[in-house]
């Protein structure tokens, strides 16, 4: 991680541009995200239905589960009180921290997810990028092609 803003926005710029993406100015994609606390748990710590109860009754706006994890989504003032009574229920959470989360998601195409992939795993490459949030949605078949490929 730098101190030196200028040289990791400049590093980045070029990241994007050698992967076909162009930065926008700070700010200019905040309309499509809401800043939100976001508490992550395995799927093993409990079922759906008792993840959802317990976190609504501890302040959460929402819970997301899939076969992997339970995200549960608080405001930014809550996150701190839903995660120490959720804490005391189901342990420790995978992780408790600030996010941006996508208001809608975007479909991408198979060209556009082969682009987008080569995109994050520059991104991710770059010792100065922390965290990286989209709005994109990868369908299951395009990925599964692309993972065959």
Do not use: C
């Amino acid at each position: 991680m730098t101190d030196n803003k200028n040289r990791s926005a400049s590093d980045i710029r070029a990241t994007f541009s050698k992967n076909g993406g162009n930065m926008g100015e700070t700010g200019s994609a905040n309309f499509m995200f809401d800043h939100v606390g976001m508490i992550i748990y395995k799927v093993d710590v409990g079922d759906a239905d008792s993840i959802f109860e317990a976190a609504v009754e501890a302040g959460a706006e929402n819970v997301e589960s899939d076969d992997e994890t339970h995200e549960i989504i608080t405001s930014l003032e809550d996150l701190h009180t839903v995660a120490k009574q959720l804490e005391s229920t189901f342990g420790e959470p995978e992780s408790a921290k600030l996010a941006w989360k996508a208001k809608d998601l975007i479909s991408v195409s198979e060209e556009d997810a082969q682009k987008l992939l080569k995109l994050l795993d520059a991104l991710d490459d770059n010792d100065d990028v922390q965290e990286v949030y989209g709005n994109y949605d990868i369908p299951d078949e395009v990925m599964a092609k692309l993972e065959a490929a």
